[in-house]
C-alpha cells in the first residue's frame, strides 16, 4: 500500500478519498495543495492532512500516488509540472467524470507510463471539503482507466486504493467509460435540464406549471440543480459522445411522437413495459453515476404538530433531516410529507423508528 500519498484540490471528492484512507489506514501520510489555504488547514486540524503543501514542488518526490482532483478542465494543466517531481514507480491519477480529454494531454506529454485515470462514482449537490465525508465513496463504482502504457502492478495499487475506501472498482478503457457516462449522467443532466426550461417556457403568467411541479417531476429533474459551471465543463470535454447519444435520444422521441399521432397504443405499451422491466433490474445496492436522493414520504394527517411530532421523534435518535415539507402533488400514490436525508444511514435509521410509531411510509 503507498504510504505517502499527495492531493492537489481537496474538494468533496479529494477530501472523502483522503478521510477514507485515513479512516483505513492512520498511518498514510497525505499531503495536499489547493489554494484557499483555510480549508487546508482545517483538514491538518481535522487529522485528514499531515502536509500542507505551498504549490507543485519538492515534497512531491516523496508521493507513491498523486490525486488530481480539481474542476476537469484543471487536472490536465497540472500534468507537466508534476512530472519533474516524480520519484521512480509513483503514479498520477484524476477523479474527474470525464476521461478521454486527460488521457490525450497524457499521451501528447509522452505521461502513459506514469498515469492511470480514475472516477469515483459518487456526489452531492454540495461541494467543498467541509462537506466529505469518510463514506462518500462506500459501495459506489470506482471506474480505472489503464493508459496503454499501464503496468498490471499499478493498476493493481490503485485498485487496492479503491478497495480501502470502501469503493467498488471497475476497469475500463477510458473511450468506453465516456461513452456509458455520457448514455447515464451526462444525458441525463441535459434532458433534466431542458425538460426544467421546456416547462419554464410553457407555463402561464400566474406559475401554474411551477406551483403544481411536484411529485413525479421534481424527482426527474433534481439534478437540473447541479452547478452549471461544473456541467458546462462536463459536457464540453465530452462532446463527441454527448452528441452521438442525444442523437439517438432525439431520434427515439421521435419515434415516441410518430406512435402517439397515429394512436398506436400498442408501442406505447411496450414503451413503458420494456423500460419499466429494465429498469428493475438497475441495481440499488451500489452508488451509480447520479448522486441518489435519501428520501421518502410519509402519510399524515394535516393537524396542528403532526409534523413537529415527527420531528421531535427522529431527532430524539439523532437522525438529522435535511430536508421537511408538504408533498403538494401526490399522484403516484406518495404519503402527505416527503421528508429527505443527508445519507442512506439515516434514511433507514428515520423508516426503522418511525415504524414503531406505525407511520406508514413510501418511497425509496
Known amino acids: 500500500m503507498a504510504s505517502t500519498i499527495a492531493f492537489i484540490g481537496l474538494g468533496l471528492i479529494g477530501g472523502s478519498i483522503a478521510r477514507g484512507l485515513k479512516r ?40 507513491d500516488f498523486i490525486f488530481l482532483c480539481t474542476p476537469v478542465e484543471y487536472n490536465a494543466q497540472y500534468l507537466s509540472s508534476l512530472l519533474p517531481f516524480l520519484k521512480k514507480g509513483a503514479i498520477i491519477t484524476d477523479v474527474g467524470s470525464t476521461k478521454t480529454d486527460i488521457h490525450q494531454h497524457v499521451t501528447a506529454l509522452n505521461m502513459e507510463s506514469v498515469f492511470i485515470g480514475g472516477h469515483p ?8 471539503y467541509e462537506h466529505s465525508t469518510d463514506h462518500l465513496l462506500e459501495n459506489a463504482y470506482y471506474i480505472i482507466t489503464p493508459t496503454a502504457l499501464s503496468r498490471q502492478e499499478d493498476v493493481n495499487r490503485l485498485v487496492e486504493i479503491a478497495n480501502l475506501i470502501g469503493s467498488i472498482p471497475i476497469v475500463l478503457d477510458y473511450r468506453r467509460h465516456d461513452q456509458i457516462t455520457a448514455a447515464i449522467s451526462h444525458l441525463p443532466h441535459v434532458i433534466a435540464s431542458s425538460l426544467v426550461n421546456l416547462v419554464r417556457d410553457c407555463d402561464s403568467e400566474e406559475g401554474m406549471m411551477k406551483r403544481l411541479a411536484a411529485g413525479g417531476f421534481k424527482d426527474i429533474t433534481r439534478i437540473a440543480s447541479s452547478s452549471p459551471e461544473m456541467w458546462e465543463q462536463i459536457c464540453m470535454t465530452n462532446q463527441k459522445n454527448l452528441a452521438d447519444i442525444l442523437r439517438q435520444y432525439i431520434t427515439s422521441l421521435q419515434e415516441i411522437l410518430s406512435d402517439l399521432e397515429q394512436s398506436d397504443n400498442q408501442a406505447l405499451h411496450r414503451l413503458f413495459e420494456t423500460s419499466r422491466d429494465y429498469r428493475n433490474t438497475i441495481s440499488d445496492k451500489s452508488k451509480g453515476a447520479i448522486a441518489p436522493e435519501y428520501s421518502f414520504t410519509v402519510d399524515i394527517v394535516d393537524e396542528v404538530g403532526s409534523i413537529s411530532t415527527l420531528s421531535v421523534i427522529l431527532a430524539s435518535k439523532g437522525i438529522s433531516i435535511k430536508n421537511i415539507g408538504i408533498n403538494h402533488n401526490r399522484e403516484h400514490g ?31
Open 24 to 63: 483505513a489506514q492512520p498511518e498514510i501520510t497525505i499531503m495536499a495543495y489547493m489554494r484557499t489555504r483555510k480549508k487546508l488547514e482545517q483538514a491538518q486540524k481535522d487529522g485528514i492532512v499531515d502536509v500542507i503543501l505551498d504549490g507543485i514542488g519538492e515534497p512531491l518526490r516523496q508521493c
Open 121 to 128: 462514482m459518487a456526489g452531492s449537490e454540495k461541494t467543498g
Open 334 to 364: 406518495e404519503g402527505a410529507l416527503r421528508i429527505s436525508f443527508y445519507d442512506k444511514e439515516s434514511m433507514e435509521a428515520a423508516r426503522k423508528h418511525l415504524a414503531k410509531y406505525h407511520y406508514e411510509m413510501m418511497g425509496n
